[in-house]
C-alpha cells in the first residue's frame, strides 16, 4: 500500500492521527522537501512519528518514482507532504503510476495553504483561481499571473498567490556541464513579490494600459500560516513590498470585492488604518 499522508501547515504535531497511525506502520516513510516546508526540520518528525524519513527532492520523485513504487508493491509504504497530498500535481501523477501498476493507494488529507488562507477573515468562496509567482531573473521576466488576478478582480474574486520556493536548484552553468551542485535554496517574500506587480503595473501603463490592480490596491502578506509565529499584515499593494513579515513560507493576497465582515476583518491586521478609509471601502458590497 502507498499512502499519501499530509502534515498540515506548523510543526510535528499537525499531523492527523490516521497520518500518525499510518506512518508508524510502514517499513519506508519519505518526506517530500520541495513543494513546502515546515517549521521544524526532518530530526524533529522523526523523534515524533519515531521513525527515519528519506528526504524525497523533486529530482527523486520525478525521475526515480518507480523505484518506490516497486517498494510498495510488497510492504506498506508513506509519503509525506507538508499541507495537503493535493497541493502539487507531482503527487497526482505519483497516484496514477500507482494505479497503473496496481498498487493501492490511501490519502490521508490535512490543513493546506489552500483553505488556511481563511485566516485573514477573507471568505474562501470568494476566491478565483490561484496563481504562482516565480523568481525573476534578468533575462525572464513571466507576467502571465498578472492577467490572472486581474480576470479575478474583475470578477469581484480574491487571488491567493503562492509565493516561489527554489530549493536544490542548478544555476544554468552547473546544469550545462552536467555538475551536481546546487544553488543555496531561496523562499519569495511577499515584499519581493509585490516588487514584482509594481513593476508589471508600471510595465502595462508605459504599454498604454490601465491595470486593474494598482499601488494603492488592499492585499494581504501572510507568512508561517499554521505555526505559533504566523504574521499576518493586510494593506495596499505598495505597503507590501516593505512589510516585514520574517521567515518563510510567505504567501500574498490581491483582493477583490469585499463584503463590509471581510473589510472588517482585515483591518485587525491592518499596517495603516487609512488605506482601508481610502481605498477598500469603495469596493465593499
Known sequence: MLYLVGLGLGDAK????????????????????????????KEALEEFYGKELILADREMVE?????????ADVCDV???????????????????????????YKVIHNASIMNA??????QLYNFGETVSIVFWTDTWKPESFFDKIEKNRQNGM??????????????????????KIYEPP????????????????????????????????????????????????????QQMSTV????????????GTMHPLELEMLKLFSVESSSFENNACQRTT
Do not use: W
Open 63 to 71: 525521475q526515480e518514482a518507480d523505484s518506490l513504487l516497486k517498494e
Open 78 to 104: 508513506a509519503f509525506l507532504v507538508v499541507g495537503d497530498p493535493f497541493g502539487a500535481t507531482t503527487h497526482s501523477d505519483l497516484v496514477l503510476r500507482a494505479v497503473k501498476l496496481g498498487i493501492p
Open 14 to 41: 499537525d499531523i492527523t492521527v490516521k497520518g500518525l497511525e499510518a506512518v508508524r506502520r510502514c517499513r519506508t516513510v519519505y518526506l517530500e522537501a520541495y513543494t513546502s516546508v515546515l517549521t521544524v526540520g
Open 158 to 179: 480574491h487571488t491567493l498567490c503562492l509565493l516561489d520556493i527554489k530549493v536544490k536548484e542548478q544555476s544554468l552553468e552547473n546544469l550545462m556541464k552536467g555538475r
Open 186 to 237: 531561496r523562499y519569495m517574500s511577499v515584499n519581493q513579490a509585490a516588487e514584482q506587480l509594481l513593476a508589471i503595473i508600471q510595465n502595462r501603463r508605459l504599454q498604454g494600459e490601465k491595470p486593474e490592480i494598482t499601488e494603492n490596491t488592499i492585499c494581504v502578506g501572510l507568512a508561517r500560516v499554521g505555526a505559533l509565529d504566523e504574521k499576518i499584515a493586510s494593506g495596499t499593494l
Open 117 to 122: 488562507v481563511g485566516c485573514c477573515g477573507l
Open 244 to 255: 516585514e513579515l520574517g521567515a518563510p513560507l510567505h504567501s500574498l493576497i490581491i483582493t
